[in-house]
């Protein structure tokens, strides 16, 4: 009995530990990427934590830039997709990240400053990005994409 609960606890640990540790202490959690893009001036320099979906990556000569779609950020870093979403917003990442892995779709949430907004397409409109340095970054496994309980119970059989 001792065995099997000692078990538990380890893995309900285990659970806890894939959080990520984001310092935010310089964050301004009121600066969305929606409000950076209307105060350039004052936004920049600011340290933020934005979160959203990757929309698109690119690995540029010293640098790989990411293109994310924002949500609100709850208090663990997390993006609520089930809000409405707050603008998008470009990511520098000094050095290469695999694109294969920052795809299309992943979660992906990051704290820095941000740097300056940037004039680009969104398809044949124009669009202001506020673009930010990331410092800390964190991509969401596959497997949370679709987040709901942290904490599964269960037994099951499977037949194919």
């Known amino acids: 009995m ?8 380890i ?3 285990a659970a806890c530990a894939s959080l990520p540790e984001f310092d935010t202490t310089k964050v301004n959690r009121q600066l969305t990427p929606e409000t950076a893009k209307q105060t350039p001036a004052g936004a ?11 929309l698109s990556s690119k690995n540029l000569k010293t640098s790989t830039r990411l293109e ?3 949500y609100p950020v709850d208090s663990d870093g997390w993006p609520d997709l089930k809000a409405k979403p707050s603008g998008r917003f470009l990511v520098n990442h000094a050095g290469y990240l695999e694109t294969a892995d920052y795809a299309k779709g992943r979660l992906l949430s990051v704290v820095g400053p941000i740097t300056g907004i940037q004039k680009g397409k969104l398809g044949e409109t124009e669009y202001t990005y506020p673009v930010i ?3 800390q ?7 949370s994409q679709k987040r709901g309980t942290r904490v599964h119970f ?3 059989v499977i037949f194919h």
């Open 154 to 156: 269960g037994v099951g």
């Open 137 to 143: 970054k964190y991509l969401w496994p596959k497997s």
């Open 44 to 54: 920049k320099g600011q340290t933020v934590l934005w979160a959203g979906t990757i």
């Open 2 to 9: 001792t065995k099997h609960l000692s078990l538990l606890i």
């Open 133 to 135: 340095q990331a410092e």
């Open 11 to 13: 893995l309900l640990l």
């Open 68 to 70: 994310v779609l924002a």
